[in-house]
């Protein structure tokens, strides 16, 4: 779901400040949603920790503030997930990345995980995608079919499926910054050139229909149900292929900047966002993170209730990575439970209720850390 620069040492939000994207091949494309996957390699993980709750999380601090949000026609949505009951703590099918391994005694290949309605996640797709070490980070599509890497030296975009055949190669021109991340599981995105100098190109997966979308970019995006989203400290920014756009500014309480941008939904109605304190030193794990559902026609804020209270510290934890807004108006999010000081995520899935109050919680599937939602 995000494109973020070679070196970025975070995540969106434009990187989403979580450094536990950084540092590995797997720098992903989240959002979610289901995945029409194949049966190759079946495995069955064991039934991950699950707690659900009834009563209300209080959430943190201030209530909705108003804010000015965009105004735009709106754009056809996007195929929307599975309808849970409103207010209920069922899930949504949910598929998951799972990055390959390098240097260790299994050295585990990539895969793709289903989550059942049983609650366990199962092995639907697995692949070693062998790309070189001159290959930028990985971009795996929303249905887990495909992957897209930039390479610097050969100066291409290569598009392949998901075990690393039927490659497409599209060359590139330019200073390779953005990674490049999926507009739907058809259409990739990237970006060339130097910051505040960006060119940004859509691609089809067999490397047909360049379309130059924007020049002139300042800074690499963040992509989230087909919306392409700009960040600023008190602004979003988020536009389409076609050109819709729409600029929203949240009433952020008083010491806060926003971070990234976790989820879109495919009308732009509705926003998942980060925001954090900001630290003298600059590190993330002296941050406290609030995570908030925006309401992108009015501005308006609704804080997502942190899941456990040493949050409402300066600790770095509980950053919002990414998400999916669900059809009955609550949300699924991507939770990083660690500080980028511990060098690597511990993720929890996490089910809201539109009024930002936690449902239920989920584990993701054991074993490699780097990864996550796909849709």
Known sequence: MNLGPFTHTTRPASARRSGALAGTAALLLLAFGAAACGTADPKTAPAPTESVTGTTVPATGDAPAAGTGGAVPDAAPAVAPARPAVGSTQWPQMTWYTAEEYGQKQNDPARIW??????????????RLGNSMDAGPLAVSPDGRRVAWLEGSARRLVISAFDGTKRHVIPTQGQQTCAPSWLDSGRVLYGLGREKELTLIAVNADGTGQKVLATHHP???????????????????????RGVRRAVSPRLPAGLVIGGVAAISGDSRTLVISAHTTSPGGCACSERFRNYRLDAASGALTELAPLDPAWKKPTGHGQAIDGVVLADGGLVVQVNAATPADGAPAYRLVRYAASGRVLATASVPAGQPWGGLLG
């Open 114 to 127: 289903r989550r059942t309605a049983a609650g366990t996640w199962q092995v639907v797709r697995s692949g």
């Open 219 to 241: 800074k690499c995006p963040t992509v989230s149900g087909g919306w392409i989203a700009q960040v600023g400290a008190q602004t979003v920014a988020i536009s389409d292929e």
